[in-house]
């Protein structure tokens, strides 16, 4: 079974600007959550969807959204970017968002 | 919130010896503590995880105890080899209404010695 795949892995873009980050899921997972990870703040929880809908959202200002799709597909917007944006940008999948989530290879957004 | 703390920052170790990285939490609800292996460029790997009704949980070299009285976990690394050299983090998460939402702790880079 495939793992978690996000696209893309790597990503520059410059302050003011916005970004789509996308998440594909383990076949059959229908609980995704976002993470991001700097070394000054560590691993910090963004949000969690769960059958297209947000279930649970962390401590980050509006300027971070998502959405899934019904496919369990999803993705996370970051809207006028900032410099202490760039980070390591990971989705974690997991079957009903109950139990282990599996984490991809992340994507890394660098801000200039 | 939940807050999770880890010791130590750094571990290096001799191949072969153990190593032993050690978490507290702060919230009592909290049930599952999964813990996860990155290795550089690359996403956190599931390890080994022990939910709150369980004292001690190993797979092979790999061990994690958990006392939920003192609220702390820690990961036992037995026969280290080169290979287990990364970051390894351990993570809370009270379940509930706060769904699936990992707190993490601050990582430890451990380095197996040759």
């Known amino acids: ?112 | 919130g939940e807050n999770v703390e880890q010791h130590p920052s750094t571990l290096s170790v001799q191949e072969g010896d153990s190593a032993v990285i050690k978490c507290t939490y702060s919230d009592s609800a909290s049930n599952y503590f999964p813990w996860y292996k990155q290795e550089l460029g690359k996403g956190p790997q599931l390890i080994i995880d022990i939910r709150s009704n369980v004292g001690e949980k190993k797979d092979q070299r790999i061990a994690v105890t958990l006392n939920k009285t003192a609220k702390h976990f820690s990961l036992h690394i037995t026969e280290t080899q080169p290979e287990d050299s990364a970051v390894y983090f351990c993570a809370a998460t009270p379940g509930g209404a706060a769904g699936n939402k990992l707190t993490f702790g601050g990582g430890t880079r451990v380095l197996v010695k040759p």
């Open chain 1, 1 to 112: 079974k495939a793992g978690v795949t996000q696209t893309p892995r790597y990503l520059i873009k410059t302050r003011g600007q916005q970004v789509t980050l996308s998440c594909s899921p383990i076949s059959g997972h229908r609980s995704v959550s976002w993470y991001q990870q700097t070394p000054g703040q560590g691993l910090q929880f963004l949000f969690e969807y769960f059958s297209e809908t947000q279930r649970n959202k962390g401590n980050f200002p509006g300027r971070f959204s998502g959405r899934q799709f019904s496919n369990s597909r999803s993705e996370m917007n970051v809207s006028t970017l900032e410099l202490g944006d760039s980070a390591l940008y990971l989705c974690a999948s997991s079957l009903r968002g109950r139990e282990t989530q599996y984490f991809g290879p992340g994507t890394r957004l660098l801000v200039l």
